[in-house]
């Protein structure tokens, strides 16, 4: 299996940004709540941590870039954690735990990588041949 170039670049866009991002968060940790007129947090550790988390997910992403067809499990949990991360703040802001200035974070950290990880996971199961039925429908008596 051989990846496209777009794959590699969009991990290693996606490195690139998470590794900004993280090294952002943790050493401004009340920047974001002040540019988004939130309340600073009272344990900015635990945001510093979430950076800490964001960057480690750009090393994973740099080293999937390398062959993105290879190493498409870092690309899912990755793609799983954009889908999460979402949903999460929705349920979060529907009970009122979270402000909507909060959802600026969703744009660049989750939702403009969806299509492209979802491309790149599409591509795997294709060029795998992955069958998405059940054992019993494999043609085995």
Known sequence: MQAKKWMTNVLRIAAIYNLIWGAW?????????????????????????????????????????????????????????????PIGFVFNYLTGAAPAAFGYTLITNDLVWWVPFFLILRAVHVQSGWRLSWPENQGSA
Request: aromatic share 22%; hydrophobic share 55%.
């Open 25 to 85: 968060v943790v050493l401004f940790p009340d920047q974001f709540f002040a540019w988004t007129g939130m309340e600073t947090l009272n344990h900015p550790m635990i945001w510093q941590g979430m950076g800490m988390v964001i960057g480690v997910y750009g090393l994973g992403y740099w080293w999937a870039s390398y062959n993105p067809l290879v190493h498409w499990p870092i690309v899912a949990v990755g793609f799983l954690g954009k889908i999460f991360g």
